[in-house]
Each structure stands twice: as structure tokens, then as C-alpha cells.
């Protein structure tokens, strides 16, 4: 709904507004935190790469500068904060409160995608050179041009308001208790509605109203819009299944168990084991999706003995698998062909940023776990 409607274009151009031509870099890293919520990373950069070709294109600056913080920020919401679908089965498994979890993700993850994002774009930017003709630029330049002017994009309040509904639901479900007194009708009703899968409807919902019916589209065309989506969301949970399975593997057969045995023996930190088991299911398999899911599947919060904030082992294992992107992911081929760039240059910019990520944020998670 928010692509249909053109609720991503109006988020980015009131911020690239907001912020100036000279600041593009931070306007793009928001617009990407913001857009990036409730949708998936691969919808968020198709979302929003043909706003950055048409911003490259009218500031005359390198698409490196504008979609590198894109692209950072898109990443630090996938896999940090719920409701994208690994970080929502970490916080299943680990027994993580959804509503710290969102904080403790913003509070690490903004810092975060600022350092791997903006600032290192500033400065891999200058040493990278794309070619100057681009057949993606010149198609969405177009594509983008020409569906600008046939419709009325929604308004920048709707816009956002529709995007953090879902958020603010989470967070009044899990800090129902601070409102009401547990166990009575008002407190259930808040819990209910904050539940991530009501959260996820209402937010829906509201969406037909909002970008669907208040744009213009009628019945059939909301429903057509639904049922395109279908085969991707088939995709996503093929692979969060199979992350799944694999981690009751590890468990049936015991091998979660010896690597909780073998953390123990070394005393090891729970936080520093998640990202470790995350980051190398990640490196053999590629896909952040299924690290964070096979890892969160391992029995880690034992080795935690309820020392560690499970908020935050949610952060840590979400981190790992964000390090070193190569070409086992889908995510690698997706930034190379749509930046032009050759795979030597994606490894010295993605693969370095989704590093940076991780590492960063693993820094600043220990950091924040020494004060809460």
C-alpha cells in the first residue's frame, strides 16, 4: 500500500526538503530508518533506489553518497527491530519484552547506521568510482518522472502516522502494565492490540484507508495490490521456516547444546555467543534471515543464566548476522547490479558497511548492557 500509494516518495521528498541538498546523505539515512519499519529490506531499496537515482541525478553528487545511508539504515531496521521476521523470532525465542527491544534497537541501531551510513559514505564515496551511464538509472529516472506526475501523493502526516502505527501498537501492548493494573479488561485490551500480529492487521487496515481508499483506490485495486504480495511474503517464509528447522536440528542432535557447554567452559559472554553463532551461519550461508533465525534457535539464552538482558541478546545475535555481506547473499547481487559497481567495489563498500554495522553495534550493545 505505502508503494502504491506513493507514501515512500512523499517521506523522502519532504525530508530531502527538510534537510537541503547539502545534507542529502542524513535526509536519505532517515527516509530509510522510516520506510524501512514495516517493510522488508528488498522492498525498502526497491521502494527507494528511484528516489536516490532521481536525487544523484539533481545534486550531481555520486549515488554512492545517497544510497550507501540508504541502504544502512534499510539494513539496521531488518535486522534489529521488530516486527521483520527474524528479529521477531529472536524475541520469541529469547523471551525479549517487543517493546524494549524496538528502544534498545533505535538507541544502538540510529548511532549505528549514522557512523556505517552517512559518515562512511562521505568518505568511501571519494576512492569509488561509478561509471557515469547507468540502464537502471536512465529506466527509474523515468518510471519515476512520469508516475510523479499522474498522481497526488499522500501527505507527509498520514504517511508517517500509518508507518509508526504499527510501531506505537507494539510498544502500548508491551508497556501495558505502566497504564493500567495487569489482569483487568483495559490492561487485556492494550496487550491484545499491541500483540504483533494485531499490530501488524490494524496497521494493515488502517493502510486501506489511508494510502488505499483516501488516494482514490477502490475495492478491487486494494485487493489486487494484497494479492500481488502474496508471492514474496511465500518467499520470506520459506526461508524464516527452513532458519527454523535447521536450529531444531541443532537442538535435537545436541549440538546446541555442546556449543552452550563450550561457552561455559570458556566463559564466554552470552552476547559476545550470539553474535558469534549468528555471524558465522551468516558467513556460510549468506542470508541474515536464516543466521538470525538457526541462531536464535540455539539454546544461547541458557548460557545467559538470566545475567544478560534478553532485549539485548536479541541485538547481538540480530548483529552478527549483518557482518560481511559476500556473495552468498541475495542482498551482495541486488547492491552491485543497481549501483553499477564491480564486485571488487561492492566488497569495499556494502560488504564494508554491513561490517561496520555489526561490529559497531556489537560495541555499543556491550556498552549499553554495562549501564542497564
Known sequence: MMAESGGAERIANTLIDLFGEKNIHWAMMVVAIIV???????????????????????????????????????????????????????????????????????????????VAGSLFALMIHKHVKLPDASAFADQFISKHGDTEKKRNLPSFGITLFTILLLVILMLVGSWADLVFTPKTLPNDLLRFVGQSDMALLIAVLVSFWTFGAKQGFNREQIQKFCGECLAPIAGITLIVGAGGGFGQVLRDSGISQQIVSTASSANLSPLLLGWCVAALIRLATGSATVAMTTASGTPIAAAAGGHVSPELLVLATGLGSLIFSHVNDGGFWLIREYFGMTVGQTFKTWSLLESLISLMGLGLTFAFAAVV
Open 36 to 114: 524501512g519499519l514495516p517493510v522488508f529490506f528488498e522492498v525498502g531499496f526497491v521502494l527507494l533506489i528511484p528516489i536516490a537515482f532521481n536525487v544523484a541525478k539533481r545534486t550531481g553528487r555520486s549515488l554512492l553518497l545517497i544510497g550507501l545511508p540508504m541502504v544502512a539504515g534499510l539494513s539496521v531496521v531488518h535486522g534489529l527491530i521488530p516486527p521483520h521476521p527474524a528479529a521477531l523470532l529472536a524475541v520469541q525465542a529469547y523471551h525479549a519484552d517487543i517493546g524494549k527491544t524496538i528502544a534498545y534497537g533505535l538507541i544502538v541501531g540510529i548511532p549505528t547506521a549514522i
